[in-house]
């Protein structure tokens, strides 16, 4: 069974950080043969690409808004995949998803849609307070 878990999340200023964990089990093959992203949804808005990782966590791709502010990483050795998160907008408000899919694409398939993230979280809650 499959068991993605995401924490972290919580309360915040503007301007402030955070760090999203995602602790990730049962996937069919290992953790590293795994593309992984994080992906957002704002109250009554679309899901979104926030940012994506390569397997071996040496390319990384991040959409537009994220300016520079989050980080992407993963831990192959904890099957662990986290963001940081700076400098926070209440732009940023939402839950944050982590997901899954088998590498073999570009990373930045992951994050456009070209690939569909086949495994998900249930996604933990972040606020932004103005």
């Known amino acids: 069974q499959v068991q993605m878990t995401e924490s972290g999340g919580g309360l915040v200023q503007t301007g402030g950080s955070l760090r999203l964990s995602c602790r990730v089990s049962?996937?069919?093959?290992?953790?590293?043969?795994?593309?992984m992203g994080w992906f957002r949804q704002a109250p009554g808005k679309q899901r979104e690409a926030v940012a994506c990782?390569?397997?071996?966590?040496?390319?990384?791709y991040y959409s537009d808004f994220v300016s520079g502010r989050f980080i992407i990483s993963r831990d192959n050795n904890r099957d662990t995949l986290y963001l940081q998160l700076n400098r926070l907008r209440p732009a940023d408000t939402g839950k944050y998803f982590c997901?899954?899919?088998?590498?073999?694409?570009?990373?930045?398939?992951?994050?456009?849609?070209?690939?569909?993230?086949?495994?998900w979280g249930r996604g933990t809650l972040v606020t932004v307070s103005s």
């Open positions: 997901a899954a899919e088998v590498t073999g694409s570009r990373v930045s398939d992951y994050c456009t849609g070209a690939r569909t993230m086949e495994y």
């Open positions: 049962g996937l069919p093959k290992a953790f590293d043969d795994y593309a």
């Open positions: 990782i390569n397997w071996r966590g040496d390319q990384t």
